[in-house]
């Protein structure tokens, strides 16, 4: 993996799904094995979801990059912001509506981020016909809106690049440029950065194709590539100590 540039998804991919996305469970090894494996690539790992950034942040700690809300908003591993879209007023005026929706249909949920408005019915699927209406019907009127099915969920968001976007603006970076990508993802969204991944001669994964859907063994594999990257740099160090002594 050392000459990869690694791209992963969140939710479904490194973490089980939850009920709703603040009962997510990070596993207590996760976020150590993300920082050194994003050290051991020279930084280039990034995680590409569609939790706004601030979420990414509370959930794996700041320092690794991360492209926010489907790749609206991109930061670098030291911190620096690479892309941040333009806010959109459209999108501000379905908030009351939507609102109300989630209020007349107990144990849903609504998530404000800043360029996407998600609706969420994992705790109550009932609900799940009369929620999807009502985006659709508020989506239509606004070109620069569009619809994005996920688990259990229905965003509607600001037109943007989406997650391949994100993987080719990473790739444009320093830390990244000359790599192979290796994306990881498990959902729609995903599919069109596992198709660029191929695409850029690097390798695109589905979790529930490659992974038998689980988040788990996503997890496993990461620590087995870290591993023999730590070995093969000891490898390394070895032999430059032998040839110094010799
Ligand atoms: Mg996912």
Known sequence: MSGCAVFLDIDGTLLDLAETPDAVVVPPHLRGLLHRLSSQLQGALALISGRSL???????????????EHGAVLRDAGGRIIEDMAENADLRALLAPLRAAVAAHPRTLLEAKRFGLVLHWRAAPSAAHALITCATALAASHPA??????????????????????????????????????????????????????????????VGRDFAGSPAAVLQWLEHALAQGESGAQGERGDQGESGHG
């Open 54 to 68: 601030a979420d990414i942040d509370r959930l794996f700690g700041s320092g690794i990059a991360a492209a926010a």
């Open 145 to 206: 809106l569009e619809l994005q099915p996920a688990h259990e969920a229905l965003e509607i968001r600001v037109r943007g690049p989406g997650k391949a976007g994100a993987l080719d603006r990473f790739m444009r970076e320093p830390a990244f440029a000359g790599r192979l990508p290796l994306f990881i993802g498990d959902d729609t969204t995903d599919e069109p950065a596992i198709a660029r991944a191929n695409a850029r001669g690097g390798q695109g994964l589905h």
